[in-house]
């Protein structure tokens, strides 16, 4: 029960709850409206939905351009294989010894998986039965699948995400406002998504073995770059998923970076190596 003394409090309680209800709103509202625009779903479906339905609902609308008819929907049967099938070896992780570290600098993989399955061409659509002249060959826990190096519509289409990330970004660094932000992160987070999408046991175009293909390819590739830094005179302190830590051992930034153009020219296809950033210190725990 209110009291007359304390209905003011309760309206202005009320009140700030309602401040805060739309400033929240308007920190949501460009990523809402752009994601929505992208995915060409309502507000109300992309708020709800979880990134492989996103995924699937872009491919979807989207298959025209690549002259695709839509992947029929597993039943529930099929569903319960998937769920039950073997799980695959995620990302390579470097362990970091404890402690406090000076000058540092950490390189970043751009959209590291989508763009192992663009440039090794990684899907259903091109996944062999057996090996053929030319195809990729990924071994995978004594396990061997092979890929068409053809290019088909989700690799394809997954390069076009890519590119407008990179477009919008470049946008956004022009123009910095919430919107063209927005745009940027939305491909983003298609791009990322794509790879998750293709191992989830409930996709159209579901393909473990591109997903597993794609971590193995990853792995490779970071275990591959950690022992080219380490051979240049620098010490890599921490590695997961897709960036890597090192220390720089008194070379300077400027030698970092032509180390770093000379890593991207050894890279294939679209896959690219960045500069996260030089830092002063960092800590690292268990």
Same mark, same amino acid.
């Given at each position: 029960?209110?009291?007359?003394?304390?209905?003011?409090?309760?309206?202005?309680?009320?009140?700030?709850?309602?401040?805060?209800?739309?400033? @929240?709103?308007?920190?949501?509202?460009?990523?809402? &409206?752009?994601?929505?625009?992208?995915?060409?779903?309502? /507000?109300?479906?992309?708020?709800?939905?979880?990134?492989? %339905?996103?995924?699937?609902?872009?491919? &979807?609308?989207?298959?025209?351009?690549?002259?695709?008819?839509?992947? $029929?929907?597993?039943?529930?049967? =099929? /569903?319960?294989?998937?769920?039950?099938?073997?799980?695959?070896?995620?990302?390579?992780?470097? =362990?970091?010894?404890?402690? &406090?570290?000076?000058?540092?600098?950490?390189?970043? *993989?751009?959209?590291?998986?989508?763009?192992?399955?663009?440039?090794?061409?990684?899907?259903?659509?091109?996944?062999?039965?057996? $090996?053929?002249?030319?195809a990729l060959e990924v071994? /995978?826990?004594?396990?061997?699948?092979? *890929?068409? $190096?053809?290019?088909?519509?989700?690799?394809?289409?997954?390069?076009?995400?890519?590119?407008?990330?990179? #477009?919008?970004?470049?946008?956004?660094? %022009?123009?910095?406002?919430?919107?063209?932000?927005?745009?940027?992160?939305?491909?983003?987070?298609?791009?990322?998504?794509?790879?998750?999408? #293709?191992?989830?046991?409930?996709?159209?175009?579901?393909?473990?073995?591109?997903?597993?293909?794609?971590?193995?390819?990853?792995?490779?590739?970071? %275990?591959?770059? /950690?022992?080219?830094?380490?051979?240049?005179g620098y010490t890599v302190?921490?590695?997961?998923?897709?960036?890597?830590?090192?220390?720089?051992?008194?070379?300077?930034?400027?030698?970092?970076?032509?180390?770093? $153009? %000379?890593?991207?020219? #050894? @890279?294939?296809?679209?896959m690219e190596l960045e500069?996260?950033?030089?830092?002063?210190?960092?800590?690292?725990?268990?």
């Amino acid at each position: 029960r209110i009291l007359d003394d304390d209905w003011k409090d309760y309206f202005e309680y009320n009140l700030h709850d309602s401040v805060l209800v739309f400033r @929240l709103f308007e920190k949501m509202w460009p990523d809402l &409206l752009e994601f929505s625009k992208v995915i060409q779903e309502p /507000i109300f479906e992309v708020s709800r939905n979880g990134m492989s %339905k996103n995924v699937e609902s872009y491919i &979807l609308h989207n298959l025209s351009d690549f002259s695709e008819i839509p992947e $029929k929907k597993p039943i529930h049967e =099929e /569903i319960g294989v998937r769920m039950g099938r073997e799980k695959y070896t995620g990302a390579f992780v470097f =362990e970091p010894t404890p402690g &406090l570290y000076e000058n540092i600098a950490v390189f970043d *993989f751009t959209s590291y998986w989508p763009s192992i399955i663009v440039t090794f061409n990684l899907s259903r659509s091109t996944l062999l039965e057996k $090996k053929e002249k030319d195809a990729l060959e990924v071994e /995978i826990d004594e396990k061997k699948f092979y *890929f068409s $190096k053809k290019p088909d519509f989700f690799p394809s289409m997954l390069k076009e995400i890519i590119e407008k990330r990179k #477009q919008y970004k470049k946008e956004f660094a %022009k123009n910095p406002n919430p919107f063209t932000k927005a745009r940027s992160n939305a491909f983003k987070l298609l791009a990322n998504a794509a790879y998750g999408y #293709q191992g989830f046991f409930g996709a159209r175009y579901y393909c473990p073995e591109a997903s597993a293909s794609t971590t193995a390819i990853s792995r490779n590739f970071t %275990k591959k770059t /950690i022992e080219l830094i380490n051979n240049k005179g620098y010490t890599v302190i921490y590695s997961d998923t897709d960036s890597i830590a090192f220390l720089l051992n008194g070379k300077s930034e400027k030698q970092t970076l032509d180390f770093l $153009k %000379k890593i991207n020219l #050894q @890279l294939p296809g679209i896959m690219e190596l960045e500069l996260e950033g030089f830092f002063k210190r960092g800590l690292w725990v268990t």
